[in-house]
């Protein structure tokens, strides 16, 4: 995960670690109980050194110790503006497992089909757990919105692998 | 019945549909062997065209096969009369079409209790059960509404327990969610995961990889035959945060 991220989260209000990690975890659901507890408290700490957040010790409460209350700079600021304007996504690497298939094909070391086939099952495994983790979500959660996403980038694979299959079975074929 | 061998409810060997003769001849189911085990939810997959809903009918006694067997209930369905085809359908056997098929001028309760009626069931008794079933899926408030007052996924909800009127041996489902929006997908996903653990056993046809991907088993069907099947259940990766992006 970007700093960026944690860094535009602090654009609300001026916030304690633990609170950022709380809303982390509401915006990601069962996503966010795989997150390293302590990653936040790192990031806070890197982006104080580059001088893109400021903290001051707060007053700790009868059952909590003394915490930094972070807030952006005006440095910050602006990163977290650049950082919403950027235009970026992430690249599936597809061409990775196409060359797996010609290579496979052109050498006669395996067939393409059964890597199919096994690549199939897997995305079928992965596609169980995020449709389970969306139907355990709320209707209209922020986490629900991320596993749709997840289950909608899985079914357009699987429909690739199709189009391999189809592909594949063909020449196998000769015709 | 004395002629239930095992735990399988519906059965199916050698299965086969053509249709026309000679050259034009085409064999919609080519070689079907078939075993669903009861309370197991099975899901057949496959591009438009391939069979499956073909074979759903023949499962369901909707259609006979040219050649083959299917049992249904400890009961081999494909030779049997007429009538006793019929009586088979509306008590073994719950269907749910993607377009609903619901009776426009009766309520979702009405619809609900139709088949009670036809199965010859008590007016009483029908309606309490449908009111019954209206509840588990949800839809206790809707009762009184026409199904023009609904929505897609409260309609498929609606059917849904219609198929369940007669306590069926095995529901079928042809493309349940064809018709649906996500979140009315996620609806009727829902609803088929409850309906799974309460035992009742589940086999539906579909393209869509999403609702193929929450069954116990998934056969995928290409050209009037069975292809690859696959066992989904079993430990799950904890790849979630990583398929969106997240490192550990």
């Known amino acids: 995960m970007r700093q960026e991220v944690v860094l535009a989260l602090l654009a609300k209000e001026p916030s ?24 936040v408290y790192v990031t806070l700490t890197r982006l104080e050194r580059s001088g893109l957040v400021e903290s001051e010790r707060s007053t700790g409460l009868a059952d909590r110790p003394d915490r930094k209350l972070y807030a952006l700079t005006a440095e910050g600021q602006q990163r977290v503006a650049g950082w919403l304007a950027e235009v970026s996504w992430p690249k599936p690497d ?28 897997e995305l079928l495994r992965r596609l169980r757990e995020a449709q389970r983790a969306a139907m355990a ?31 594949w079975n063909r020449r196998g074929s000769g015709s | ?44 997959m496959g591009p438009s065209g391939c069979g499956k809903s073909t074979l759903l009918h023949l499962l ?24 006793a085809l019929a009586r088979m359908r509306r008590t073994a056997v719950g269907f749910v079409f ?37 509840e588990r899926v949800g839809l206790a408030d809707r009762a009184g509404f026409l199904p023009s007052a609904l929505s897609g996924g409260q309609r498929q909800r609606v059917a849904i327990a219609r198929a369940l009127s007669n306590e069926p041996t095995v529901v079928l489902a042809d493309e349940p969610t ?53 066992r989904l259940t079993g430990g799950t990766s904890g790849q979630l945060g990583a398929l969106a992006g997240l490192e550990g």
């Not at chain 1, 975890?25 to 390293?36: C, K």
């Not at chain 1, 990775?96 to 089909?113: Q, S, T």
């Not at chain 1, 059964?114 to 099952?121: L, S």
């Not at chain 2, 046809?205 to 998934?218: E, G, M, N, P, Q």
């Open chain 1, 16 to 39: 304690h670690g633990y609170d950022l990690r709380a809303r982390l975890r509401e915006a990601l659901g069962p996503l966010g109980e795989d997150m390293n507890p302590g990653q």
């Open chain 1, 94 to 121: 597809l061409a990775e497992f196409h060359l797996k298939l010609v290579a496979a094909a052109a050498a006669g070391l395996a067939d393409p089909l059964t890597i199919v086939d096994t690549q199939r099952r």
């Open chain 1, 137 to 167: 979500e709320p209707n209209g959660s922020d986490a629900a919105l991320l596993l749709e996403g997840i289950v909608l980038r899985l079914q357009a694979d699987l429909r690739w692998l199709e189009e391999c299959e189809r592909n």
């Open chain 2, 1 to 44: 019945m004395s002629d239930i061998a095992d735990a399988s409810v519906l059965r199916a060997s050698g299965l086969r549909k053509e249709y026309g003769k000679g050259a034009g001849m085409v064999r919609a189911v080519d070689g079907v062997d078939l075993d669903v085990a009861g309370g197991e939810t099975v899901a057949v």
């Open chain 2, 60 to 83: 369901g006694g909707l259609d006979r096969p040219s050649d083959g067997e299917v049992w249904l209930a400890g009961r081999r369905i494909d030779r049997i009369g007429e009538k």
């Open chain 2, 98 to 134: 993607q377009a609903f098929h619901l009776m426009d001028e009766l309520t979702a309760v009405e619809n609900v209790e139709l088949s009670a009626l036809l199965a010859g069931r008590s007016p009483r008794t029908a309606r309490r059960r449908a009111v019954d079933l209206l």
């Open chain 2, 178 to 230: 064809g018709n649906l929006d996500s979140a009315a997908t996620l609806e009727v996903l829902r609803l088929f995961e409850s309906l799974h653990e309460a035992g009742q056993t589940l086999l539906i046809v579909t393209h869509d990889s999403r609702i193929a991907a929450t069954a116990d088993r998934l056969i995928s069907m290409r050209d009037g035959a069975f292809v690859d099947e696959t």
